[in-house]
């Protein structure tokens, strides 16, 4: 069984930077982020492989969004920038053997997610 606890929500200004942590409790695998806003379905972000040499990003977030893991701690981070308003959002981080999985944004099959954490970015 895995856990996952985000952390590093907020309220930004456009343009701003925000970084977003999950903290992760049982065994590692492949780890990626998502997002939901209001009335839309959720979306990948960005995830990571087990050993953090294998990322993807989604073409909205690529050049502005990096993410990154430590195996040591057990923690993965998502440091965003040069924000902008339709990047607000819930931010959920999400835990899967498959990476390819998070990659495809197979939302249903992920087997573990985070509680979420809001992020706004005014204009």
């Known amino acids: 069984q895995v856990q996952l606890v985000e952390s590093g929500g907020g309220l930004v200004q456009t343009g701003g930077s925000l970084r977003l942590g999950c903290a992760a409790s049982?065994?590692?695998?492949?780890m990626g982020w998502f997002r939901q806003a209001p009335g839309m379905e959720r979306e990948f972000v960005a995830a990571?492989?087990?050993?953090?040499?294998?990322?993807y990003y989604a073409d909205s977030v690529k050049g502005r969004f990096t993410i990154s893991r430590d195996n040591t701690k057990n923690t993965m981070s998502l440091q965003m920038s040069t924000l902008k308003p339709e990047d607000s959002a819930v931010y959920y981080c999400?835990?899967?053997?498959?990476?390819?999985?998070?990659?495809?944004?197979?939302?249903?099959?992920?087997?573990?997610w985070g509680q979420g954490t809001q992020v706004t970015v005014s204009s």
């Open positions: 999400a835990a899967d053997p498959s990476l390819s999985k998070l990659r495809a944004g197979r939302t249903q099959d992920i087997r573990y």
């Open positions: 049982g065994r590692t695998y492949a």
């Open positions: 990571v492989g087990w050993s953090g040499t294998n990322i």
